[in-house]
């Protein structure tokens, strides 16, 4: 196409990016929103993660595994490199979905996660 042409080098440089099922959209409208100082290393990892089936967020993966790769398609929302703005940025889209239209409602990478020995000594607080 005339006219329409991509620059490479932008998948090198950091921002907000969306996971989207075209398939699944028709059911469910599901997307996953993330952020990353490299596009291009975090489709990777997505790819790779979903590929040996250790995707960090459970549901994404299924319906990686249901619809297969050639349903998803990663596009680039917003390019920041500035940390801060990033992950505030991808803070406000998240918050802005509908929880059954988000793959990330189903985890919160923001929140901050108790050590292990914590949560065994709470666990046991309610057990004995």
């Known amino acids: 196409m005339l006219?329409?042409?991509?620059?490479?080098?932008?998948f090198?440089?950091?921002?907000?990016?969306?996971?989207?099922?075209?398939?699944?959209?028709?059911?469910?409208?599901?997307?996953?929103?993330?952020?990353?100082a490299s596009f291009l290393e975090r489709a990777a990892r997505h790819w790779s993660l979903r590929k040996t089936e250790n995707h960090e967020c459970l549901s994404l993966q299924q319906d990686f595994n249901i619809y297969g790769k050639k349903f998803f398609e990663f596009?680039?929302?917003?390019?920041?490199?500035?940390?801060?703005?990033?992950?505030?940025?991808?803070?406000q889209l998240i918050s802005q979905q509908l929880s059954n239209e988000s793959y990330n409602s189903s985890?919160?990478?923001?929140?901050?996660?108790?050590?292990?020995g914590e949560q065994q000594i709470e666990n046991n607080k309610f057990n004995g």
């Open 3 to 10: 006219g329409n042409h991509l620059n490479l080098f932008q």
């Open 12 to 36: 090198a440089k950091g921002g907000i990016y969306c996971i989207c099922c075209c398939i699944c959209c028709l059911k469910n409208n599901k997307k996953y929103i993330g952020s990353s």
């Open 75 to 91: 596009q680039i929302l917003i390019f920041e490199n500035n940390f801060k703005k990033r992950l505030e940025l991808e803070k």
């Open 107 to 116: 985890f919160s990478k923001f929140e901050k996660k108790k050590p292990l």
